[in-house]
């Protein structure tokens, strides 16, 4: 078992930053692939980034590339996700995830959607003003 726990969301205005932090216990949180998702009202839940049991390997959704930043310090047990230039349409609630999966690509096909993650925090809401 692993059990993840969010923190750092909040209200923020357009434009501002925050950092988001997910500590992991249970389970070696080195080998696991780790993910960060958000899901708005009405929506599906979707991929924000990943990153792989390193750090070496890591993902962004389009609608992020540039803005956010994912990070883990494995002697910390911790993944992060750093936030910047936020928008209005960043308001959601993020998810930190876990994966079995060590790495967050192979054979051609990437780790992206919520079923490939295994373990689940129970969210944390970031609301960005506009």
């Known amino acids: 078992q692993v059990q993840l726990v969010e923190s750092g969301g909040g209200l923020v205005q357009a434009g501002g930053s925050l950092r988001l932090s997910c500590a992991a216990s249970?389970?070696?949180?080195?080998?696991?692939?780790m993910g960060w998702f958000r899901q708005a009202p009405g929506k599906e839940r979707e991929i924000v980034a990943a990153?792989?049991?390193?750090?070496?390997?890591?993902h962004y959704a389009d609608s992020v590339k540039g803005r956010f930043t994912i990070s883990r310090d494995n002697a910390k047990n911790t993944v992060y996700l750093q936030m910047d230039s936020l928008k209005p349409e960043d308001t959601a609630v993020y998810y930190c995830?876990?994966?079995?999966?060590?790495?967050?690509?192979?054979?051609?096909?990437?780790?992206?959607?919520?079923?490939?993650?295994?373990?689940w925090g129970q969210g944390t809401q970031v609301t960005v003003s506009s």
């Open positions: 995830a876990a994966s079995f999966k060590a790495e967050i690509y192979s054979g051609g096909y990437y780790y992206l959607e919520p079923r490939d993650y295994d373990y």
């Open positions: 249970g389970r070696t949180f080195s080998g696991y692939a």
């Open positions: 990153i792989n049991w390193s750090g070496g390997v890591t």
